[in-house]
């Protein structure tokens, strides 16, 4: 298993679901960087389960112990250690799930990698709950990039059918994404809120769940942070983009339409702006070309799939007894994890962007 991301900021997370803590370490913070915890609060708030009809009812108020790395308020250069308690588990919930495979979760994929041996309560270590570690790194790479100007936001674009406004790719600026940070469901248009909520309670009406997309985008981001090939940025943001649970496509800028464009109209026309910049007049390469940031704003969507554990009859198999068999699902879920995911791809972004601007040589742009 790989538990550790990062070279320059590196991130490790720990924990199970039903375990007695989830957790994270993280080596790179320079030494006397303030950690904020009411702002890692406010973030992990946003993600935190129990607070919205979108969402499990499993209530965890994801409170943050900082055990080493911090003294008087400032990162001391040792790595830091964060432990976030689990209070509120019902294991007996999952007692069938040793034996009956969850149609489209980990269950089955898991139980072959680790010979049966992993935590199969509450998902184990492939729960939703392990992205909490992320977004508690996510604030504290927010905090960094803020010094250098740069903010990160994201709103719900789609779930199921019904659309957002997507952001306007070359004007989105500080405010709006500082904005959509403000809400646990963030949109462009709130005029839109109305219908998704809707078709979030029909799903969990009928037993079942439903997806969605995120967009997210930074802003303030200088031109040259990446490299080609394998350090590229669009690789860096996607490996942490795919490593968060239930993520199944990530596409910068226009990626979706590009295919059937030409290329006089997917190329980003340049221009020397107002104040001697250059700058691009549309921005659908999503603010990266050659892996490298042109100093547009960077933007990318996510496709997150309808939640795998849904209250209706499914067909599945029985590993004990080797035949095939009904599964209904019981236990807490998400009837929508795009709400409580939209702190949590911000926070992947972060994290990649601090790594990749730590880790050049050639701009050390953070140290
Ligand atoms: C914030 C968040 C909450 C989630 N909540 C649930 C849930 O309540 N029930 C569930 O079955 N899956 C949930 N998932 C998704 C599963 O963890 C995920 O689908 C599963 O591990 C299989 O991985 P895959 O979908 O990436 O293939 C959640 C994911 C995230 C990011």
Same mark, same amino acid.
């Given at each position: 298993?790989?538990?550790?991301?990062?070279?320059?900021?590196?991130?490790?997370?720990?924990?199970? /679901?039903?375990?007695? %803590?989830?957790?994270?370490?993280?080596?790179?913070?320079?030494?006397?960087?303030? !950690?904020?915890?009411?702002?890692?609060?406010?973030?992990?708030?946003?993600?935190?389960?129990?607070?919205?009809?979108?969402?499990?009812?499993?209530? =965890?108020?994801?409170?943050?112990?900082?055990?080493?790395?911090?003294?008087?308020?400032?990162?001391?250069?040792?790595?830091?250690?964060?432990? !976030?308690?689990?209070?509120?588990?019902?294991?007996?919930?999952?007692?069938?799930?040793?034996?009956?495979?969850?149609?489209?979760?980990?269950?089955?994929?898991?139980?072959?990698?680790? %010979?049966?041996?992993?935590?199969?309560?509450?998902?184990?270590?492939? /729960?939703?709950?392990?992205?909490?570690?992320?977004?508690?790194?996510?604030?504290?790479?927010?905090?960094?990039? %803020?010094?250098?100007?740069?903010?990160?936001?994201?709103?719900?674009?789609? !779930?199921?059918?019904?659309?957002?406004?997507?952001?306007?790719?070359?004007?989105?600026?500080?405010?709006?994404?500082?904005?959509?940070?403000?809400?646990?469901?963030?949109?462009?248009?709130?005029?839109?809120?109305?219908?998704?909520?809707?078709?979030?309670?029909? %799903?969990?009406? =009928?037993?079942?769940?439903?997806?969605?997309?995120?967009?997210?985008?930074?802003?303030?981001?200088?031109?040259?942070?990446?490299?080609?090939?394998?350090?590229?940025?669009?690789?860096?943001?996607?490996?942490?983009?795919?490593?968060?649970?239930?993520?199944?496509?990530?596409?910068?800028?226009?990626?979706?339409?590009?295919?059937?464009?030409?290329?006089?109209?997917?190329?980003?026309?340049?221009?020397?702006?107002?104040?001697?910049?250059?700058?691009?007049?549309?921005?659908?390469?999503?603010?990266?070309?050659?892996?490298?940031?042109?100093?547009?704003?960077?933007?990318?969507?996510?496709?997150?799939?309808?939640?795998? /554990?849904?209250?209706?009859?499914?067909?599945?198999?029985?590993?004990?007894?080797? =035949?095939?068999?009904?599964?209904?699902?019981?236990?807490?879920?998400?009837?929508?994890?795009?709400?409580?995911?939209?702190?949590?791809?911000?926070?992947?972004?972060?994290?990649?962007?601090?790594?990749?601007?730590?880790?050049?040589?050639?701009?050390?742009?953070?140290?």
């Amino acid at each position: 298993m790989r538990g550790s991301f990062g070279n320059s900021f590196r991130l490790t997370i720990f924990g199970e /679901s039903h375990g007695g %803590a989830i957790g994270m370490v993280i080596d790179g913070i320079p030494a006397g960087t303030v !950690i904020d915890e009411e702002e890692i609060a406010r973030h992990m708030a946003r993600r935190a389960p129990g607070n919205d009809p979108t969402a499990t009812a499993r209530k =965890e108020p994801d409170r943050v112990k900082i055990v080493s790395g911090l003294f008087e308020g400032r990162a001391t250069g040792a790595p830091l250690c964060g432990l !976030i308690e689990n209070t509120n588990t019902r294991s007996g919930d999952y007692a069938q799930l040793r034996a009956r495979m969850r149609p489209g979760h980990a269950d089955y994929a898991g139980s072959v990698k680790y %010979a049966g041996y992993n935590d199969p309560r509450g998902g184990g270590h492939f /729960s939703g709950r392990i992205t909490a570690p992320l977004v508690f790194a996510g604030s504290i790479a927010r905090a960094l990039l %803020a010094q250098k100007g740069i903010t990160i936001g994201a709103h719900i674009a789609a !779930i199921e059918s019904v659309q957002d406004t997507p952001f306007d790719a070359v004007n989105v600026d500080a405010a709006t994404l500082e904005r959509m940070q403000e809400s646990r469901f963030p949109l462009v248009d709130p005029g839109r809120e109305e219908a998704m909520r809707a078709r979030v309670a029909a %799903a969990r009406a =009928e037993a079942d769940s439903v997806g969605g997309v995120i967009e997210c985008a930074a802003v303030g981001v200088p031109a040259g942070v990446g490299s080609p090939f394998f350090g590229s940025v669009e690789s860096v943001v996607s490996q942490l983009l795919f490593s968060i649970p239930a993520i199944k496509s990530v596409e910068f800028g226009d990626a979706g339409w590009m295919a059937r464009m030409r290329g006089s109209q997917t190329n980003d026309a340049m221009t020397y702006d107002e104040n001697g910049r250059v700058a691009c007049l549309t921005n659908h390469n999503g603010g990266v070309t050659g892996g490298i940031t042109n100093g547009m704003p960077v933007v990318f969507r996510v496709c997150i799939k309808p939640t795998p /554990s849904i209250g209706r009859a499914q067909q599945t198999v029985d590993l004990t007894t080797g =035949e095939n068999t009904m599964l209904t699902i019981t236990g807490r879920h998400d009837p929508c994890i795009v709400p409580r995911a939209v702190v949590v791809v911000e926070s992947a972004l972060a994290i990649a962007l601090c790594e990749l601007m730590m880790d050049d040589a050639s701009t050390k742009a953070l140290k």
